[in-house]
Structures are given as structure tokens and as C-alpha cells.
């Protein structure tokens, strides 16, 4: 009765947690055989049979019968007098299977037993937890706030899987409540110790690519292409779509009747503003696609360095670099090459590389890496937005901003 006692507890495992009656056994005898090693120091002469259906157990010990008195391994050997105990016609030399019951392992080996068991049951399940997540790694996946903390979001799934997000993957604008429903994409699995560590990224590109395939039919069917997309999380995205299929206009149909279709989209990333963009293998015209709503007049591209120098009319270049200098971060991102803005008609502004007397020259750097390399360039856009953009303090900006008007003043 006990060992049935014992392996019918030790079945509720199988219940709870799913495991096929083969692993089920695999496991049983793996702990088991690990019990009987500590105890008599091999398990080479056991035989163990498990039945967790029907909450059978049997473990059977075989020993080699010898003379009284030559006994060397009391593990492997029985005197004749007590293998006849067992059975009166035993004879030297002869094999004996005697049952061991559980009690004969001791209180304490039993209750190491149970907890061994119980680890491997968790080490199984988050072997099948890791396998399982590894294959969602970039799929978007739905779970419910269980703990908000100060760098991380905890999340647990239908399943009571835990799944973290950390605050460097949400998107500034998100505000999670517990029992908040949230969507990301698996962004990476890994097996920290035997659990795994699940996280969900809500910045990860792949989410809005992803988030296309679902609200948007022609895409989901493959009929449109997401070919790139770049992102600055909650602000601006660009994303290059295509279609192999000429009576489909994919910007179009991406967008819908009056953005009707991207913009549970939008509304999902923080109202964050998405450009969906023709795909071409045209660099000229992909350039030019990118820095839209911006009108470009001309430009000269260098291959070999993958640079590209834009000139439009001086109205048009706060279009092509955006609020932020966003727009000509993602066009360049988006497009492959390093992209800067000129004006034309150049005779009206001046190069900020004639005030190098004046200001510095890494200063001068600063505005040049966000597209700004006139003086009326840096003018033209706010204090604000120049701290935002550049990595030159409030202070910095101003004294530069006198200088530069200066020269116009004068």
C-alpha cells in the first residue's frame, strides 16, 4: 500500500502538469535509480518497475548467492542461510530479485526523493517553456499585467507563463495598470539557470511589422510585402512596402480610406506617426520617397561611401529633417546612406565652417551630424528642438544662435 500511496502522488504530476505517461516513467525511474546510487551506491543490480497509470511500483534488488561467512558486497551478495529465507532451494551461486519497499530506503530518502522528483518535473516543464518560446522569437504575443516595478513590467500569460518587459522596450508613452492587456513581440528567450526568461520588446521594429501582418489582409496574404521598417519608438516610423502584383497600390492599401487601416496601428504605438513608403530598387527616387513630405531639387550620390548630398529650396528642408530631426534620421536609416541637406541658392546663407574662428569646431560637428550646415539652417529651428536633437547644451545652442545672427544683423 505504500509504494501505491506514494506513486499515485507522484501521478497527480502527470495530471497537473500535461506530462505524456513515456516522460512521465522517465522521470520516476531516473530519481528512483538516483535514490538507490545514494543509498547502496550503484544501481546496476536494481530492477525498477513503474506503472503510473495504475500506480504500480516495484523495485527489485539482484544478488548473487554465497557461502555463509563470504560475504564481501552486501549490496551484491546474500548468504545462502538468508537467500533461503527467501526461497528454501536457493544454491550457491544462484541469482536472487528480492523486493525493496520504500520503507526499507528510510524517512529521509523518501522525502529526498519527493523533492527531487518535484525539481525535475519543473526542470521538464521549463525545458518544454523554453522550446516552446524560442519558436515565437519575433511573433507578436498577447499577456496580462500581473506586477508593474519601476524598470519592468511583469506579465503572465493564459498558460501562467511569466514574460517580462522591461522600460527600455516600451514604447514612453505606455501607462500599464495591473490586468492590462498587452501586445509585443517575443524579442529574445534564454534559460537563465533552469527557468526561462521570456522578453517582450514593444520598440522592436519587428512589432510594427508584425502588427501589419495582422490588421492589414493583402499583407497577411503575402499579396504586399513589408520590405523595412525603421522606428523611433512613440514618435516617427517609416516603413517600405511592395507588391509584386501591379494592380496593387500597397501604400494604398496599407493605409486605407482615410488611414481607416493603419490606424489601429498608430493607435496601438502611442499615436506614434507612421510614413508608408513605395519600395524601389531605384536609390534616387527611394531617397527621394524617404524624405517626403520634403521636395527635392536635386542630389549627388557616392556609392563607395554610401553619402548622399540633397538639394532643395531653403523652405523645404525643416520638412526633410522633422520635428526632432526624426525624418532624416529614419529616411537615412530606411535608405542606407548618410544623408545631408543643402539649400540652394547658397549665396544667401552661409557655410557654418566660416565661423570656425568662432565656434568650435566639434561644435560645428554637432549640428552637422543632424543636417544642419548653414548658418540659416541652425536658425530656422527651435532651441528646443536643437537640445533634443544634438548632444550640445541649452547654453551652447544660444551662444551660437548669437553669433550666427549676428551676421545677419550686421
Same mark, same amino acid.
Given at each position: 500500500?505504500?509504494?501505491?500511496?506514494?506513486?499515485?502522488?507522484?501521478?497527480?504530476?502527470?495530471?497537473?502538469?500535461?506530462?505524456?505517461?513515456?516522460?512521465?516513467?522517465?522521470?520516476?525511474?531516473?530519481?528512483?535509480?538516483?535514490?538507490?546510487?545514494?543509498?547502496?551506491?550503484?544501481?546496476?543490480?536494481?530492477?525498477?518497475?513503474?506503472?503510473?497509470?495504475?500506480?504500480?511500483?516495484?523495485?527489485?534488488?539482484?544478488?548473487?548467492?554465497?557461502?555463509?561467512?563470504?560475504?564481501?558486497?552486501?549490496?551484491?551478495?546474500?548468504?545462502?542461510?538468508?537467500?533461503?529465507? *527467501?526461497?528454501? #532451494?536457493?544454491?550457491?551461486?544462484?541469482?536472487?530479485?528480492?523486493?525493496?519497499?520504500?520503507? #526499507?530506503?528510510?524517512?529521509?530518502?523518501?522525502?529526498?526523493?519527493?523533492?527531487?522528483?518535484?525539481?525535475?518535473?519543473?526542470?521538464?516543464?521549463?525545458?518544454?517553456?523554453?522550446?516552446?518560446?524560442?519558436?515565437?522569437?519575433?511573433?507578436?504575443?498577447?499577456?496580462?499585467?500581473?506586477?508593474?516595478?519601476?524598470?519592468?513590467?511583469?506579465?503572465?500569460?493564459?498558460?501562467?507563463?511569466? *514574460?517580462?518587459?522591461?522600460?527600455?522596450?516600451?514604447?514612453?508613452?505606455?501607462?500599464?495598470?495591473?490586468?492590462?492587456?498587452?501586445?509585443?513581440? *517575443?524579442?529574445?528567450?534564454?534559460?537563465?539557470?533552469?527557468?526561462?526568461?521570456?522578453?517582450?520588446?514593444?520598440?522592436?521594429?519587428?512589432?510594427?511589422?508584425?502588427?501589419?501582418?495582422?490588421?492589414?489582409?493583402?499583407?497577411?496574404?503575402?499579396?504586399?510585402?513589408?520590405?523595412?521598417?525603421?522606428?523611433?519608438?512613440?514618435?516617427?516610423?517609416?516603413?517600405?512596402?511592395?507588391?509584386? #502584383?501591379?494592380?496593387?497600390?500597397?501604400?494604398?492599401?496599407?493605409?486605407?480610406?482615410?488611414?481607416?487601416?493603419?490606424?489601429?496601428?498608430?493607435?496601438?504605438?502611442?499615436?506614434?506617426?507612421?510614413?508608408? *513608403?513605395?519600395?524601389?530598387?531605384?536609390?534616387?527616387?527611394?531617397?527621394?520617397?524617404?524624405?517626403?513630405?520634403?521636395?527635392?531639387?536635386?542630389?549627388?550620390?557616392?556609392?563607395?561611401?554610401?553619402?548622399?548630398?540633397?538639394?532643395?529650396?531653403?523652405?523645404?528642408?525643416?520638412?526633410?529633417?522633422?520635428?526632432?530631426?526624426?525624418?532624416?534620421?529614419?529616411?537615412?536609416?530606411?535608405?542606407?546612406?548618410?544623408?545631408?541637406?543643402?539649400?540652394?541658392?547658397?549665396?544667401?546663407?552661409?557655410?557654418?565652417?566660416?565661423?570656425?574662428?568662432?565656434?568650435?569646431?566639434?561644435?560645428?560637428?554637432?549640428?552637422?551630424?543632424?543636417?544642419?550646415?548653414?548658418?540659416?539652417?541652425?536658425?530656422?529651428?527651435?532651441?528646443? #528642438?536643437?537640445?533634443?536633437?544634438?548632444?550640445?547644451?541649452?547654453?551652447?545652442?544660444?551662444?551660437?544662435?548669437?553669433?550666427?545672427?549676428?551676421?545677419?544683423?550686421?
Amino acid at each position: 500500500m505504500e509504494n501505491l500511496a506514494l506513486i499515485e502522488s507522484f501521478s497527480e504530476f502527470k495530471d497537473d502538469k500535461l506530462i505524456d505517461r513515456v516522460t512521465l516513467m522517465a522521470i520516476l525511474e531516473e530519481v528512483f535509480r538516483n535514490t538507490l546510487k545514494r543509498k547502496f551506491g550503484t544501481d546496476d543490480n536494481f530492477d525498477i518497475i513503474i506503472n503510473p497509470d495504475k500506480g504500480d511500483l516495484e523495485i527489485w534488488r539482484n544478488r548473487i548467492v554465497v557461502k555463509d561467512g563470504e560475504v564481501e558486497d552486501e549490496n551484491e551478495e546474500i548468504e545462502l542461510t538468508e537467500a533461503r529465507k *527467501i526461497e528454501p #532451494d536457493f544454491e550457491v551461486g544462484e541469482d536472487v530479485s528480492e523486493e525493496v519497499k520504500l520503507s #526499507d530506503l528510510g524517512r529521509r530518502s523518501i522525502l529526498s526523493l519527493r523533492q527531487n522528483l518535484i525539481a525535475r518535473i519543473h526542470e521538464h516543464d521549463n525545458t518544454i517553456i523554453y522550446k516552446q518560446f524560442i519558436e515565437l522569437v519575433g511573433e507578436i504575443y498577447t499577456a496580462e499585467v500581473h506586477h508593474v516595478r519601476n524598470r519592468v513590467v511583469i506579465l503572465i500569460d493564459d498558460d501562467g507563463n511569466e *514574460i517580462i518587459l522591461p522600460k527600455d522596450r516600451q514604447i514612453p508613452s505606455d501607462f500599464f495598470r495591473k490586468g492590462d492587456s498587452v501586445r509585443g513581440v *517575443i524579442e529574445s528567450v534564454e534559460l537563465k539557470g533552469a527557468k526561462p526568461s521570456i522578453v517582450l520588446s514593444r520598440t522592436d521594429p519587428k512589432f510594427l511589422e508584425k502588427l501589419f501582418e495582422q490588421e492589414i489582409p493583402e499583407v497577411f496574404d503575402g499579396l504586399i510585402t513589408v520590405k523595412k521598417v525603421v522606428r523611433v519608438p512613440g514618435e516617427k516610423a517609416k516603413v517600405a512596402v511592395d507588391s509584386y #502584383d501591379d494592380r496593387i497600390d500597397p501604400v494604398g492599401a496599407c493605409v486605407g480610406m482615410k488611414g481607416s487601416r493603419i490606424h489601429g496601428i498608430v493607435r496601438e504605438l502611442g499615436n506614434e506617426n507612421i510614413d508608408v *513608403i513605395n519600395f524601389t530598387n531605384n536609390n534616387q527616387l527611394m531617397i527621394t520617397r524617404a524624405l517626403s513630405p520634403a521636395k527635392i531639387t536635386n542630389m549627388t550620390i557616392d556609392e563607395e561611401k554610401k553619402t548622399v548630398e540633397v538639394f532643395m529650396d531653403p523652405s523645404e528642408v525643416s520638412k526633410a529633417i522633422g520635428r526632432g530631426g526624426f525624418n532624416i534620421r529614419l529616411a537615412g536609416q530606411l535608405t542606407g546612406y548618410e544623408i545631408d541637406v543643402y539649400r540652394e541658392g547658397a549665396e544667401e546663407d552661409v557655410e557654418l565652417t566660416e565661423f570656425s574662428d568662432e565656434i568650435e569646431s566639434w561644435v560645428i560637428e554637432e549640428f552637422r551630424k543632424v543636417g544642419l550646415d548653414t548658418a540659416k539652417s541652425v536658425l530656422e529651428q527651435e532651441v528646443n #528642438d536643437l537640445v533634443k536633437r544634438t548632444d550640445l547644451e541649452e547654453e551652447t545652442i544660444v551662444e551660437v544662435r548669437n553669433i550666427l545672427s549676428a551676421e545677419f544683423s550686421s
